[in-house]
Nanobody
């Protein structure tokens, strides 16, 4: 069974930094696109940033210049470096990946989610 475990959340003051990590494990053949979503209180889950298998990245306008996504294919991991944090960045952050499992299945790949990690930025 494929599992994604994330860590690195916490409480920081405005202007501070945090680095989130997410690693996939299990019967994995390959990992394609990976990304980070977040869900703030009373809000819908939104895409923060994504990265392709080849390293191409996309960012939401609200985090451009402050957040950086990266991945380590050898470790089946994706990271999110968050700098100059603002109170409006407060949310539960979820990692996401499109993964092709090693075990034969009906479809070639599936979407998997991390358990979520809380990021709270105080003013």
């Amino acid at each position: 069974q494929v599992r994604m475990v994330e860590s690195g959340g916490g409480l920081v003051q405005a202007g501070g930094s945090l680095r989130l990590s997410c690693a996939a494990s299990g019967s994995i053949s390959s990992i394609n696109a990976m990304g980070w979503y977040r869900q703030a209180p009373g809000k819908q889950r939104e895409l923060v940033t994504s990265i392709s298998k080849g390293g191409s990245t996309n960012y939401a306008d609200s985090v451009k210049g402050r957040f950086t996504i990266s991945r380590d294919n050898a470790k089946n991991a994706v990271y999110l470096q968050m700098n100059s944090l603002k109170p409006e960045d407060t949310a539960v952050y979820y990692c996401n990946a499109r993964i092709a499992p090693s075990v034969p299945t009906m479809y070639s790949e599936y979407t998997y989610w991390g358990q979520g990690t809380q990021v709270t930025v105080s003013s």
